[in-house]
Structures are given as structure tokens and as C-alpha cells.
């Protein structure tokens, strides 16, 4: 198994930037895809992000593109979400979910471990 913290939300302006990260402990890291999710207020889970184990494979939410960056370090056991020119509409929990094997799916049906989440709010 492997277990998930997320950190790093909090309050920002519309147009700011905010870096998400996602500590795992437990077995091996390298193992394991990471995708980030978010569930706004009212609304379903959605995805935002995934990156493949080897961190060589990214696969963006359309809404996210050109403004999130997903990054993976094997070595430190974490995964970063750097979010820039950010909307009031990005403003939900942040998940930080993981899976066996490389393939960066975006349904949250396909991963198996999550973290508790991290808030975001950005202001207009």
C-alpha cells in the first residue's frame, strides 16, 4: 500500500499561482501512477492531472491545460502540481489519488489509493 498527503492549498488571487504537493510513504513510489483530482463545492470529483510512474507520460484535463504542471520526484517520494493563472472556477479540494502500473487514466474508478485533500480557494 501506499499512503497519500496532500499539501500546500490555501487562498489566492484570480491570476495567482499555487503549488500543490503530494507526499507518499509506504512501498515503492516509482510503481505507482499519481493523478491529481478535485471535487468543487456541489459538484462531482473531476479530473485535473496524471503522470505515468517513470514520470515520462502526462495526461491534462482540458480545463487545465496551459496553466497546471504536473512533476514527479522518484527519489523524494512526491508529486507537485505547480497551478498558475489561476480562475475562481479552480476553486475545490485537491485530491492526490495513485495506481499500479503506467497508464495515466483519468476515470478515478482506476486508482486506488487517495489522500484526505487539500483546499484551494481563489478569489475573484
Known amino acids: 500500500q501506499v499512503q497519500l498527503v496532500e499539501s500546500g492549498g490555501g487562498l489566492v488571487q484570480t491570476g495567482g499561482s499555487l503549488r500543490l504537493s503530494c507526499a507518499a510513504s509506504g512501498r515503492t513510489f516509482s510503481d505507482y501512477t499519481v493523478a491529481w483530482f478535485r471535487q468543487a463545492p456541489g459538484k462531482e470529483r473531476s479530473f485535473v492531472v496524471a503522470?505515468?510512474?517513470?514520470?515520462?507520460?502526462?495526461n491534462y484535463g482540458d480545463s487545465v491545460k496551459g496553466r497546471f504542471t504536473i512533476s514527479r520526484d522518484n527519489a523524494k517520494n512526491t508529486v507537485s502540481l505547480q497551478m498558475s493563472s489561476l480562475k475562481p472556477e479552480d476553486t475545490a479540494v485537491y485530491y492526490c489519488a495513485a495506481r499500479t502500473g503506467s497508464a495515466s487514466f483519468s476515470q478515478q474508478t482506476m486508482y486506488t489509493y487517495w489522500g484526505q485533500g487539500t483546499q484551494v480557494t481563489v478569489s475573484s
Open positions: 503522470i505515468a510512474k517513470d514520470g515520462t507520460s502526462t
